[in-house]
């Protein structure tokens, strides 16, 4: 079972929280945080996203290009995509894709408003801990 992560840049503290649990349970994950192409500076999140969000060309911008091949080749192959929010547009998109393709969907965390969409999930979970208190160990 491999799982994939989505969620957003500016949550990076607990989606690398959630992949490390996950990993003590056994289980392979990946997470665009992992992506080789991804670099960050260290500095905080919200100005590492705000200086990517800002680049010029970015539709040929060979690193974008490369994390986005990375991104969809990790999701083709995974098994589980789990949402953890907040989670941005990009995170939305590749929960759409995942259930275009027919994995499973997790959500993890909790909308403060009813929304339609959000029941392409097979199972919700209202925290991490929650998730991962269900998740059985691989070994």
């Given amino acids: 079972m491999k799982y994939f992560v989505a969620s957003r840049w500016r949550n990076a503290k607990q989606a690398k929280q959630l992949i490390s649990k996950i990993r ?63 989670a941005g547009r990009s ?6 894709i995942a259930y275009g393709l027919g994995k499973k969907l997790i959500l993890i965390g909790s909308s403060k408003k009813a929304e339609t969409h959000y029941l392409i999930f097979d199972e919700f979970y209202n925290s991490i801990d929650e998730f991962i208190n269900s998740l059985p160990s691989k070994r």
């Avoid at 995170?91 to 759409?96: F, L, V």
């Fill in 24 to 86: 003590t349970k056994g289980w392979k994950v990946f997470s665009f945080f992992e992506n080789r192409y991804n670099r960050s500076s260290g500095e905080n999140p919200e100005t590492e996203m705000r200086r990517f969000e800002s680049t010029p060309h970015w539709r040929k911008n060979k690193q974008i290009r490369n994390i986005f091949k990375t991104d969809i080749k990790e999701l083709k192959s995974s098994d589980v995509v789990i949402l953890l929010l907040p």
């Fill in 91 to 96: 995170a939305h998109i590749e929960a759409g």
